[in-house]
């Protein structure tokens, strides 16, 4: 290529001149014709729907919608032909930065930063991260806690635990990946240890996990055992290593309560006793993930897989706590292999197919109503009668529908919070009738398990406090979930004081909660995995709550309707139909669970101190609002106000010797008075010392409960 000229270049900068010309001219034209789009819509160049009253963009925007006149036409097409003609790069460059800056609101409202709607319903919140990263819909009943900040508490610390290993398993973890069934049936225990933890299994896991068919595995148990090494059945090195997780994690629990001295092992355990329980469940962990992987469990699960995983998912987590991810894909998988659909049978026996999948459900149930987001199944999923498993002569399996029939009114619920639109109050009545039922089906339910003969008594009470825990807990959210919608402003004859309603059930729940802890120990104490999640946390707060708000009130359980069972027993030494019985219950309660608290997640065991501490807020309350000085006068001073915080009355008392005013006999007597006691920087200094952060929030976390303008206010007393 030759080089260019320098009779060239005057050629080419004639041509840019030609075509710059061309362009300013086709910018100093003009315009007369009418702009029917909005300002914002064309200055953006969108589609506008041209609603002189405002479009749409507008209006989802929050932002005023402005129209041009024709003057505005014609200014607006003069200007630009000045700024162009002044070529003014600073005015330019401002004019993009205002362009850019509208653009990046616009998108940091309506994707990054999304804003609700005003028909969006307000049973969640959007929570933003700090950077504006991403936003989030979280419930605001995220349960077993309403109040945003326990919520986000509870998740936040979830990871940053750093001995979690003796409250939840990390179903997340890294797994080493073996090459052959060779490997797996390696990890296999020899035969006693195997046979120990099987019988662990049966006598203690088992009755509450009825999904194991005994005969047919303990008769492959056996086949195993007389030629293990040339055994290659997949399915049952599923089953098998998923027993043996689950009596690890029972056996763990064990020996730290025995560390604690809250526990003693039999003599025919000390031979075995002293295995690592947690080297060994991760072992079988780790062959149960193998195992998924040589099963090809995405796209053709067994049910043996399906039995496997929903034993480890349900005895080693937390109630299915921090589990969502898992038990979706146990949902997938029990879908996948058709446990949802019906089949014909031809015997008389309850299908072990239903049973499997009943609690499927109930475990896909039990983890959203933990975290508050709705649940993977529902009951049209379903083609199967549950309610042939009433029909069953096992207690275990009548204990299972029990739990079954809580579980839907807490599934239907969860979704209506969940909803984009707000439920109506037609909505609200029917939930309300099904919960109405469930109390009915699930009375019935109790009384055929207590009539049961092969089991003592406490035995059966044991399970029934199970049943009627999940009762309380209905109410609970039913009760959040009306309030939350203004049911206070429906006239429904069927709530005569919505605020002790509320207190009454938390005040069941409360003594459940207890009992199923008292009665675990007395008849079963070796399953311990099972009762030690008796954390009634947020009846709790409500409880403590209503006597902060209405300490001379008295609420007992001779107010229940008689439908309201609730069970008793005489190891809880407790009059319920005489005084006032809430803080009764409450000391019973922290006193039962404190030595729980290493068995819990470090976010659960903040919530219970931070219980305590309430307790002991109000206790102190109580004692100083009974003093002279309140009997004289219900109207606040500084000196109520010594009696209600006394371990901080030095600082108002100093304030009050260094004053220098006297005050008078009849200043003595008026309260109004007493105030003047104090100086202004003393005043503030007292103020400021009560502003302590910390001090009030337990009051603040419980008042989401029974604050008139609270979301969650429950009416008057």
Known sequence: MSPVSIEDTPLLTEAEEIRTHTVQAKRKIIRNRRINSCKRCYGYKRKCDKNRSGCERCRKAKVPCEYYTMDGIKGKNTSTTLEDHGNSSEDKTSSD?????????????????????????????????????????????????????????????????????????????????????????????????????????????????????????????????????????????????????????????????????????????NLFFDLDFGVLRNTCFQCIENLKHFLNSDSSPSISLIIGLTLIYYVGSSNGFATPIQVANLVKYSQIFGLHRSIINGSDSLPMRDIIYSFVWYLDGLSAYYSGFPPNMFSEFFQCEHSSLLQSDDINIIFLYGRLQNMKVWNKILSEFNKINKTDKDCIEDIEEMYLNSIAIVNLINQKILNCDYRNLNYRKWLVTETRLGLRKSSLMFSALRCSLSYKHFNNSNVDNITSELVLQSMLLVNESILKLKLGEQVMKEAFWFYRYAIPFQ???????????????????????????????????IDYTNGDLRMKLIDKSIETLKYLVKFWHPAHADRFERIIKFRQFIREKDESMHTEERQRSQAPSIINMQNYLNKFNSVLQTAASTSEYTPSTSDETSPRHVESKVSEKDMNNAINFLDYPGLFDDTYEAYAFLDEGSKFWFGDI
């Open 539 to 573: 009846a709790m707060y409500i409880v403590l709550s209503h006597i902060q708000k209405f300490p001379d009130i008295s609420l007992n359980f001779s107010m229940l309707y008689d439908e309201l069972e609730y069970t008793t027993s005489e190891f809880l030494d």
């Open 97 to 269: 930065e205002n362009h850019t800056k509208a653009l990046l609101s616009s998108t940091l409202n309506t994707e990054i930063n999304p804003q609700l709607r005003s028909t969006e319903n307000q049973n969640f919140t959007l929570i933003i991260s700090a950077t504006g990263e991403y936003s989030k819909f979280f419930p605001t009943c995220v349960f077993p806690y309403y109040e945003h900040q326990a919520n986000l508490t509870l998740l936040t610390s979830y990871n940053d635990a750093t001995e979690k290993s003796t409250a939840i398993f990390n179903f997340s973890q890294i797994i080493h990946p073996f090459n052959s069934i060779d490997d797996i049936r390696s990890k296999v225990p020899s035969h006693d240890i195997s046979d120990f933890l099987v019988d662990h299994f049966f006598n203690y896991v088992f009755p509450f996990v009825p999904i194991v068919d005994k005969s047919e595995f303990l008769y492959e148990y056996k086949k195993y055992w007389k030629h293990p090494l040339k055994f290659k059945d997949k399915n049952f090195f599923f089953v098998l290593f998923s027993i043996y997780f689950t009596s690890s994690t029972n056996l763990f629990l064990l020996k730290e309560l025995e560390s604690m001295r809250h526990f003693q092992r039999s003599s025919h355990d």
